[in-house]
């Protein structure tokens, strides 16, 4: 999942608009349309964003394979390319 992938994920599953986004990071809403169209938005933008939708970002061992405990983890592939 690409970064601005997992930043819409997240959005959905808050339930937040970017409009929504924008008031609770005091940006404005094409702020937050912009970054939600980069495929690799800044990473302290990205954690910005996420922790307005209730997640945090961590970088953690791929051995822990976190996928498998929860099915609330995104897995974000900053080697993946822009979403289709």
């Known amino acids: 999942?690409?970064?601005?992938?997992?930043?819409?994920?997240?959005?959905?599953?808050?339930g937040l608009s970017a409009t929504d986004m924008a008031r609770a990071l005091g940006v404005s809403r094409p702020a937050v349309v912009q970054a939600m169209g980069k495929a690799h938005?800044?990473?302290?933008?990205l954690a910005r964003y996420l922790e307005a939708t209730g997640y945090i970002m961590?970088?953690?061992?791929?051995?822990?394979?976190?996928?498998?405990?929860?099915?609330?983890?995104?897995?974000i592939d900053a080697a993946a390319g822009p979403a289709k």
Request: without cysteine; proline residues 8%; charged residues 25%.
């Open 58 to 75: 961590w970088a953690v061992p791929e051995s822990l394979h976190l996928d498998a405990i929860t099915d609330d983890a995104i897995r």
């Open 41 to 45: 938005p800044y990473a302290d933008s």
């Open 1 to 14: 999942m690409t970064p601005s992938d997992a930043l819409k994920t997240t959005m959905e599953r808050a």
